[in-house]
């Protein structure tokens, strides 16, 4: 409730003074709002923590194909000593639907140059912290066709040998797919990253879907 203060004992004109009553709050309201907020600190640096986490597994994977690090590549079939990211993999394809899809384009210079510039895009938008909505999108995609080219969910490989699925449906791709749409939903870059920086760009602000 507000009152005005009165000018007891004084002549003239006197701004009059506003007062504001406030309720105390209850001892347990305070106590659980000061706790939703370290809490809510530590979950956002948390998904943080897993959105560099993420975006260093696209990274390595960008660079140990590109220079041939020695781990999945060796270096002689480097990128840029004229190996091909895709070709080992997608021509190693023995199971699903689309086996006779990847062969085709298995080697491919487009298949190439989309599939590193996917690993390198996501890696950088994860690590900044930047469009993790598109991100999200383009990496979902990029999982569903690795997991085409995996079909976990036969139990046998064309040939007939066992596929060694151990999930028909959620594996490993799968879940990196549901990392990134959650840090994309929990808008994860704006902790340690440039995510709110972002959002206040014009082209941001006029298509959020860029967000």
Do not use: C
């Not at 064309?158 to 028909?168: A, E, I, L, V, Y």
């Amino acid at each position: 409730m507000a009152v005005h203060g009165h000018t007891h004992g004084h002549r003239g004109f006197r701004l009059p003074v506003r007062r504001t009553t406030r309720t105390a709050p209850a001892s347990g309201e305070t106590a659980a709002a000061t706790a939703v907020v370290p809490a809510a600190s530590t979950a956002a640096r948390v998904l943080a923590g897993v959105r560099f986490a993420t975006g260093f597994v696209f990274l390595w994977a960008f660079a140990d194909k590109a220079f041939g690090l020695g781990y999945a590549t060796p270096a002689e079939r480097a990128w840029i000593e004229g190996g091909s990211p895709t070709k080992g993999f997608l021509s190693g394809v023995a199971v699903g639907p689309l086996e006779s899809f990847f062969h085709d384009i298995a080697g491919a210079a487009w298949a190439d140059w989309l599939f590193m510039l996917g690993l390198l895009g996501i890696g950088l938008a994860l690590t900044a912290g930047v469009a993790l909505r598109l991100t999200a999108a383009a990496g979902t995609v990029m999982m569903a066709l690795m997991w085409a080219a995996e079909w976990p969910l036969a139990q046998h490989l064309s040939d007939g040998s066992p596929s060694m699925s151990t999930n028909p449906v959620v594996d490993y791709h799968v879940m990196y797919a549901a990392v990134m749409i959650a840090l994309a939903v929990a808008a994860a870059g704006d902790t340690w990253g440039l995510g709110r920086w972002w959002a206040r760009l014009p082209l941001v602000r006029s298509f959020p879907w860029l967000r």
